[in-house]
């Protein structure tokens, strides 16, 4: 699963990278009356969009992740009376990774609100006096989505070593019960999520 978050995350941040280098290159289209520059600004709220949308999609992933995997724990964990510190420590895991996911997914909605408020084609009155700040909140907030990221990596590191601890355990318990020990693992132990 590492493997595959680092992948979509950066893939993320490439995309905000992107809008926000597109949005620097256009600058402040108030005013502006070229129809090119125009449909560079229509490409830049589609980029936005997009970028916001996979955003929530990696952070909803880890979400996904860390609820499907702390119920198979605890469910290993009570079929083979395992020690329940397996579970407590897959909830802290849980728990610690989920702050980050939440502040990622509205992070990117205060830049898409921003942008909104900035946007010359909604018509609104006093939207030019919101260039500045949707500039320097998607910069800011880019960067605070991409250290989201990395938590949530690193969690989702901790919780495969979790992973790999209760195998172990399930291991020993079949090995001392005389049962087969070269067992499949989960799809939610294995980097194929």
Known sequence: MEKIFTSVA????????ATA???LW?????????????????VHRLS??????????????????????????REVVETYHLPDALILR?????????????????SIIGVVALGGAADPAAGRSGSEAW???HLIGGIGLAGFIAFCFQAQ?????????????????????????GLDVDFEEP???????
């Open 10 to 17: 950066m893939f993320a941040v490439a995309l905000m990278a």
């Open 21 to 23: 280098g597109l949005g």
């Open 26 to 42: 256009l600058g402040d289209l108030h005013g502006q009356t070229d129809p090119a520059i125009l449909r560079w600004g229509t």
């Open 48 to 73: 936005g969009i997009l970028a916001a949308l996979v955003v929530v999609l990696v952070n909803s992933m880890s979400v996904t992740y860390f609820i499907g995997t702390g119920r198979w724990c």
């Open 90 to 106: 897959s909830k802290v895991i849980k728990r610690n990774s989920f702050p980050f996911a939440m502040f990622g997914m509205l």
């Open 131 to 133: 260039v500045t700040p």
């Open 153 to 177: 990596r690193a969690k989702i590191v901790e919780q495969q070593s979790l992973i790999e601890d209760v195998l172990g355990e399930v291991r020993a318990v079949r090995q001392a019960r």
């Open 187 to 193: 799809v939610v132990a294995s980097s194929t999520l």
